[in-house]
């Protein structure tokens, strides 16, 4: 009987060994080159631009906004008090102060048009956004946007009356653009910065829709979009307080590309590495770390259900963008008519606004611009050699001076969302991994000597 208690334990423990054995095999496969790759952390400039981020400020900002009564985009273009007139004027005066200590590196741009009659505009109206331009030392004609939209409505679209404070919706968004502008305005980026406030949103993306237009026919180089849209509250409907999260809403698939494209990303399982879907990952790497004190929590969709946002505009052109909201919302504080109804507050209300957590915010999108604007631009015409069956991969693209320190392939297993090893490969333009590219996906990002590293770009078949 012990002869048998004794095979029956070894046996049990063999079984254990095997099972663990079996586990930690599938955990590293397949094995291939490189190093796991460790987030970009902030240099001591990009820390200290992130510890200058003030919530009083943000506060102010917010507050300020709110005075204008409304700010509706069917309002007042002229009255110097009440309506989105002055609130544009405001914002330009205030962003032109910003940009002073820039030495006019940092310039202020109203930007109008005539909106002619569409849905959710019934007469001909002037839509302006206001931005600051920090020009980038290097490759001014690389850039990267960050927005808000000062804009406001109720619960009727088309009231354009009464007050509409519209503190998180989107003051709070705004509120980051520009503080952002503040911090950054002393310093020189290598690409160019520009720090947004759209209107026309509520009623239909109208300003974000001109400036992506505009920037696309300008032949500007956007490598980047960041939309923060309700990003005030930290405490959802339920009483559920998450100050330390803030969803980043990523779009799969572009709609911009062709069929053959879609045929082409389809075919090769690359649904899940977009340009889009690259920034997200970059945002995820370079943004949570313990001088932003936050967790951005990627979510694979372009926003929430039945929504949209000003990042929309920027995709439709082509550019990669993601959308930054808060993690829980108060829809009882999101598009309501101030009013209390048995007991409870309606209205989007600066009382409901978490200044602290909307600077934390910010500083998720200073990690994520700074660290943008200084690596290299993403890697282009970047392709990976299907000529031939082979068990290794060959990947080629095209060389780019600013990337001084060379380039690095990162790789990761089909089913993971984040690139988990990285191939230092020089300073070259082509290179040979002993990694089939059957059961990975790749990438190739730039590398500067200043340690910060592009975006990754994802290789199609060439």
């Given at each position: 009987?012990?002869?048998?208690?004794?095979?029956?334990?070894?046996?049990?423990?063999?079984?254990?060994?095997?099972?663990?054995?079996?586990?930690?095999?599938?955990?590293?496969?397949?094995?291939?080159?490189?190093?796991?790759l460790?987030?970009?952390?902030?240099?001591?400039?990009?820390?200290?631009?992130?510890?200058?981020?003030?919530?009083?400020?943000?506060?102010?900002?917010?507050?300020?906004?709110?005075?204008?009564?409304?700010?509706?985009t069917?309002?007042?273009q002229?009255?110097?008090?009440?309506?989105?007139?002055?609130?544009?004027?405001?914002?330009?005066?205030?962003?032109?102060?910003?940009?002073?200590?820039?030495?006019?590196r940092?310039?202020?741009?109203?930007?109008?048009?005539?909106?002619?009659?569409?849905?959710?505009?019934?007469n001909?109206?002037v839509?302006?956004?206001?931005?600051a331009?920090?020009?980038?030392?290097?490759?001014?004609?690389?850039?990267?946007?960050?927005?808000?939209?000062?804009?406001?409505?109720?619960?009727?679209?088309?009231?354009?009356?009464?007050?509409?404070?519209?503190?998180?919706?989107?003051?709070?968004g705004?509120?980051v653009?520009?503080?952002l502008?503040?911090?950054?305005?002393?310093?020189?980026?290598?690409a160019?910065?520009i720090?947004?406030?759209?209107?026309?949103?509520?009623?239909?993306?109208?300003?974000?829709?001109?400036?992506?237009?505009?920037?696309?026919?300008?032949?500007?180089?956007?490598?980047?979009?960041?939309?923060?849209?309700?990003?005030?509250?930290?405490?959802?409907?339920?009483?559920?307080?998450?100050p330390?999260?803030?969803?980043?809403?990523?779009?799969?698939?572009?709609?911009?590309?062709?069929?053959?494209?879609?045929?082409?990303l389809?075919?090769?399982?690359?649904?899940?590495?977009?340009?889009?879907?690259?920034?997200?990952?970059?945002?995820?790497e370079?943004?949570?770390?313990?001088?932003?004190?936050?967790?951005?929590?990627?979510?694979?969709?372009?926003?929430?259900?039945?929504r949209?946002?000003?990042?929309?505009?920027?995709?439709?052109?082509?550019?990669?963008?993601?959308r930054?909201?808060?993690?829980?919302?108060?829809?009882?504080?999101?598009?309501?008519?101030?009013?209390?109804?048995?007991?409870?507050?309606?209205?989007?209300?600066?009382?409901?606004?978490?200044?602290?957590?909307?600077?934390?915010?910010?500083?998720?999108?200073?990690?994520?611009?700074?660290?943008?604007?200084?690596a290299?631009?993403?890697?282009?015409?970047?392709?990976?050699?299907?000529?031939?069956?082979?068990?290794?991969?060959?990947?080629k693209?095209?060389?780019?001076?600013?990337?001084d320190?060379?380039?690095?392939?990162?790789?990761?297993?089909?089913?993971?969302?984040?690139?988990?090893?990285?191939?230092?490969?020089?300073?070259?333009?082509?290179?040979?991994?002993?990694?089939?590219?059957?059961?990975?996906?790749?990438?190739?990002?730039a590398?500067?000597?200043?340690?910060?590293?592009?975006?990754?770009?994802?290789?199609?078949p060439?």
């Amino acid at each position: 009987m012990r002869i048998f208690i004794g095979l029956y334990a070894f046996c049990l423990l063999a079984m254990r060994v095997q099972s663990q054995s079996f586990v930690q095999s599938v955990d590293v496969w397949p094995p291939g080159p490189g190093q796991v790759l460790v987030n970009q952390v902030p240099d001591a400039e990009l820390t200290e631009i992130l510890n200058q981020i003030d919530p009083n400020r943000i506060k102010a900002i917010i507050a300020k906004l709110g005075t204008f009564g409304t700010r509706h985009t069917l309002s007042s273009q002229t009255d110097p008090v009440r309506g989105i007139g002055a609130a544009r004027d405001w914002i330009a005066a205030e962003m032109k102060t910003l940009a002073a200590p820039s030495k006019g590196r940092m310039t202020v741009t109203v930007q109008s048009y005539t909106q002619q009659p569409a849905s959710g505009i019934p007469n001909a109206t002037v839509i302006s956004n206001v931005f600051a331009t920090l020009t980038g030392s290097q490759e001014p004609n690389r850039a990267y946007v960050i927005s808000g939209h000062y804009d406001s409505r109720v619960t009727d679209i088309m009231n354009f009356t009464d007050d509409a404070p519209g503190a998180d919706d989107d003051a709070s968004g705004v509120a980051v653009s520009m503080e952002l502008a503040r911090v950054m305005a002393t310093h020189q980026p290598k690409a160019t910065i520009i720090f947004a406030a759209v209107a026309g949103e509520e009623q239909g993306l109208f300003g974000s829709n001109f400036m992506a237009t505009q920037l696309k026919a300008a032949g500007v180089d956007v490598q980047g979009m960041l939309d923060n849209d309700i990003v005030g509250s930290s405490k959802g409907d339920d009483g559920t307080v998450d100050p330390f999260d803030i969803r980043m809403f990523v779009q799969g698939m572009p709609k911009t590309i062709t069929a053959s494209q879609t045929s082409t990303l389809e075919t090769i399982g690359g649904e899940n590495d977009a340009p889009a879907r690259q920034l997200g990952r970059f945002v995820a790497e370079v943004a949570q770390n313990s001088v932003t004190q936050m967790n951005v929590r990627t979510i694979y969709r372009p926003d929430r259900f039945l929504r949209g946002g000003d990042h929309l505009s920027f995709l439709s052109q082509g550019f990669p963008a993601v959308r930054f909201t808060e993690p829980h919302e108060n829809f009882a504080h999101q598009h309501q008519n101030t009013r209390i109804v048995n007991g409870t507050q309606f209205g989007d209300l600066i009382e409901f606004v978490d200044f602290d957590f909307t600077a934390r915010v910010a500083k998720v999108n200073g990690a994520a611009l700074w660290s943008l604007a200084q690596a290299p631009g993403t890697p282009k015409n970047t392709v990976i050699d299907t000529s031939v069956l082979t068990n290794n991969s060959t990947l080629k693209w095209t060389a780019d001076p600013h990337a001084d320190a060379g380039y690095e392939v990162v790789w990761r297993q089909s089913d993971e969302n984040l690139w988990s090893r990285v191939v230092p490969v020089g300073q070259v333009s082509t290179a040979n991994l002993k990694l089939s590219k059957d059961n990975v996906q790749m990438g190739v990002r730039a590398v500067g000597k200043n340690g910060f590293k592009s975006p990754a770009a994802f290789p199609l078949p060439g």
